[in-house]
């Protein structure tokens, strides 16, 4: 595990009941997850020899956070290592304009956006849309840093300007008139299979996530099954598609597992008894779990 936040220890807590050992990347002994496990080995996240170290001998490498580099990433793969996600998956969480490219040619309900590359786009994009808009930087965003709600065109402007000196990347969306914010969580195994867990509803203050209500509340069930069908969809498509029926076959019989059982539950390999299974062999399987926001209408 790359990072030794919160996430990381909470990860580690559930790795243990699935028989598996964490091994953490932490900056400190004093990081949350380090304070936890006896294998940390101390290092930053942008430092390829710490990483390679972290990766050494490992069944799978995943992250606690989303800012590893992807040239590094890359770097590892090229070693053998099984990152999980795959640096060209991670990357859609790292970087909001690839994010929104790529939501909205999977045909997800994405509000208008325009890439930055000179503070006369902004004109450009306000004379297109007539709402208040949104400036964010593309890359470093968290918890709220990098995203101004600008109250007319000429704070846009003036704050994209900011950011754009500072050299970074810059998009601006329209302001999504939002009732309210739900998430959907997913995770997706190597072979396709999906786990949807119940959509909550998130409340932001100052862009910080300060409060989650599950289930969301009052949530009508055929968007709640939507939001989680698209989120599925999506981890779906940025893995590159699903392996078929013959190769999840393959990979049961491979590991002792009468294939026809396994699928008898809901017609489809079922996703919990494959999963426990590989991890009670200690193989590497590991899911994938990525971010994107969309925006849909809720009914009255
Ligand atoms: N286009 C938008 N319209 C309305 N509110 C937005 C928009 N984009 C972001 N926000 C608000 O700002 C918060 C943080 O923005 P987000 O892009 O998710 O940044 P972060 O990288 O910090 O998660 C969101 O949770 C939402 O409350
Ligand atoms: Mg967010």
Redesign the pocket.
Known sequence: MVGGGQLARMTHQAAIALGQTLRVLAASKDDPAAQVTPDVVIGAHTDLDALRRAAEGVDALTFDHEHVPTELLEKLVADGVNVAPPPSALIHAQD?LVMRRRLEALGAPV?RFAEVVDVADIDAFAARVDTDI?V?TVRG???????T?ARDVAEARDVAGRYLADGAAVLV????A?RR?LAALVARSPFGQGAAWPVVQTV?RD?ICVEVIAPAPRLDAELASAAGQLALRSTQCLAGGAPGTREVRAECKKQGMDAHRSSSVGGSLAFQPLYSLSAARGRRYTSLLLRG?VACKEGR
């Open positions: 909001k509000p949104v964010k965003g968290y918890d709220g840093r990098g995203v709600l969306e329209e302001k999504v939002m914010e932001q862009g926001d």
